[in-house]
């Protein structure tokens, strides 16, 4: 038999978290971000339970390639856009759309011999200080990239910082507002926080991610808990092993676990090469044979120690779910001092996938 864990994607998820997300914006259109294969999910997974979208958006373009030989034959975004000159090749055979952010990938579309232009997203850097055209710059660059013959359409583009906390997104809607005054044009700004939280950066196109697949902007699930938004992967595994502790027994790598008393405790086939974070500390919520426990000690490798004392029937061969529709990553991940998104993405290749409708 096989180790027992197991990454469970639900597909019909996928579905309603779409529709979520165009109800929260229902006269944009939707970039469904699968960067990161699809934030660990894997692309060929879950691109048909999303097809219902208007366009993918993702960074790699191997994936963009696997996209389209898949049969989607809609829009796909580069979020980061072309990283050589030559790659406007592949761009060109394959249609994609990309960002632009820097004045030699304008020099090169223009240089490129294409069958066809391309549609290009135009990034300003409205305050998130990584990719973009300053906003002074805007209307210079703007201006020469309409000039150019092998663009088709161009969108403006920018990010937000602060969407998914209280500053908002006052000033960099501010920033965008200035530079692009007398722009006339497509934008797509909202990112997951703003597609939920803030309509007035909804524009043409929205870019959700993480909502996508059930976890929250801000890490925190108290603040998606009435949205309707469903979990998409459930990561679950099984009690290995048991061990009765006596007072001042001790647990795992560093003894950082003490036992106060006696204490059954249980041994589960998951570590930190599955995916799961090393760093989480005892206390970290765990949902065994259906009781909400916790980690104990240090996360090893291939193993980690729970506290089955909330669970006393419980025994070898428990249900184990690390997070999932009934643990919310969110809270996995605020217990570890990290966000959803990265459990999602650090999920490892030995973890075998299994999809649900």
Request: neutral net charge; aromatic residues 8%; hydrophobic residues 45%.
């Given at each position: 038999?096989?180790?027992?864990?197991?990454?469970?994607?639900h597909l019909g998820a996928f579905e309603n978290n779409l529709q979520v997300v165009?109800?929260?914006a229902p006269s944009a259109k939707v970039w469904s971000v699968v960067k990161a294969n699809a934030y660990g999910h894997g692309i060929k997974h879950v691109w048909r339970s999303m097809a219902q979208t208007d366009?993918?958006?993702?960074?790699?373009?191997?994936e963009a390639i696997m996209l389209r030989e898949s049969g989607w034959q809609g829009p796909i975004l580069l979020l980061e856009g072309f990283f050589k000159a030559q790659d406007l090749a592949l761009l060109d055979r394959y249609r994609l759309t990309t960002s632009v952010h820097s004045d030699w990938q304008l020099a090169a579309i223009a240089e490129a011999k294409l069958s066809a232009p391309l549609d290009v997203y135009l990034k300003v850097n409205s305050g998130m200080n990584r990719l973009g055209f300053a906003p002074e710059r805007l209307h210079a660059v703007w201006l020469k990239a309409q000039q150019i013959s092998n663009i088709a359409s161009l969108t403006l583009?920018?990010?937000?910082?602060?969407?998914?906390?209280?500053?908002g997104v006052e000033a960099q809607m501010a920033t965008i507002k200035t530079a692009a005054a007398g722009i006339t044009a497509p934008r797509c700004l909202a990112n997951s926080a703003a597609t939920l939280w803030h309509p007035e950066t909804h524009c043409s196109w929205v870019r959700p991610g993480i909502v996508l697949y059930g976890a929250s902007p801000s890490g925190q699930s108290q603040d998606i808990a009435d949205s309707g938004l469903q979990p998409t992967m459930t990561l679950s595994s099984e009690i290995i092993g048991v061990q009765t502790l006596k007072q001042n027994d001790q647990v795992g790598y560093g003894w950082r676990y003490r036992a106060e008393g006696a204490q059954r405790i249980g041994v589960v086939a998951c570590g930190y090469a599955d995916g799961y974070p090393r760093h989480a500390q005892t206390g970290t919520p765990v949902w065994v044979d259906?009781?909400?426990?916790?980690?104990?000690?240090?996360?090893?490798?291939?193993?980690l120690a729970v506290d089955l004392t909330p669970c006393p029937h419980a025994d070898i061969g428990a249900e184990v779910e690390l997070w999932g529709r009934r643990l919310p990553v969110d809270d996995v991940a605020a217990a570890a001092g990290t966000l959803g998104y990265e459990l999602l993405t650090a999920l490892a290749a030995?973890?075998?996938?299994?999809t649900e409708a």
């Amino acid at each position: 038999m096989p180790r027992p864990i197991t990454a469970t994607l639900h597909l019909g998820a996928f579905e309603n978290n779409l529709q979520v997300v165009r109800r929260c914006a229902p006269s944009a259109k939707v970039w469904s971000v699968v960067k990161a294969n699809a934030y660990g999910h894997g692309i060929k997974h879950v691109w048909r339970s999303m097809a219902q979208t208007d366009g993918f958006a993702l960074l790699d373009l191997a994936e963009a390639i696997m996209l389209r030989e898949s049969g989607w034959q809609g829009p796909i975004l580069l979020l980061e856009g072309f990283f050589k000159a030559q790659d406007l090749a592949l761009l060109d055979r394959y249609r994609l759309t990309t960002s632009v952010h820097s004045d030699w990938q304008l020099a090169a579309i223009a240089e490129a011999k294409l069958s066809a232009p391309l549609d290009v997203y135009l990034k300003v850097n409205s305050g998130m200080n990584r990719l973009g055209f300053a906003p002074e710059r805007l209307h210079a660059v703007w201006l020469k990239a309409q000039q150019i013959s092998n663009i088709a359409s161009l969108t403006l583009m920018s990010h937000f910082a602060t969407a998914d906390g209280p500053q908002g997104v006052e000033a960099q809607m501010a920033t965008i507002k200035t530079a692009a005054a007398g722009i006339t044009a497509p934008r797509c700004l909202a990112n997951s926080a703003a597609t939920l939280w803030h309509p007035e950066t909804h524009c043409s196109w929205v870019r959700p991610g993480i909502v996508l697949y059930g976890a929250s902007p801000s890490g925190q699930s108290q603040d998606i808990a009435d949205s309707g938004l469903q979990p998409t992967m459930t990561l679950s595994s099984e009690i290995i092993g048991v061990q009765t502790l006596k007072q001042n027994d001790q647990v795992g790598y560093g003894w950082r676990y003490r036992a106060e008393g006696a204490q059954r405790i249980g041994v589960v086939a998951c570590g930190y090469a599955d995916g799961y974070p090393r760093h989480a500390q005892t206390g970290t919520p765990v949902w065994v044979d259906g009781v909400l426990t916790r980690t104990l000690g240090t996360v090893s490798m291939d193993m980690l120690a729970v506290d089955l004392t909330p669970c006393p029937h419980a025994d070898i061969g428990a249900e184990v779910e690390l997070w999932g529709r009934r643990l919310p990553v969110d809270d996995v991940a605020a217990a570890a001092g990290t966000l959803g998104y990265e459990l999602l993405t650090a999920l490892a290749a030995r973890v075998p996938i299994v999809t649900e409708a």
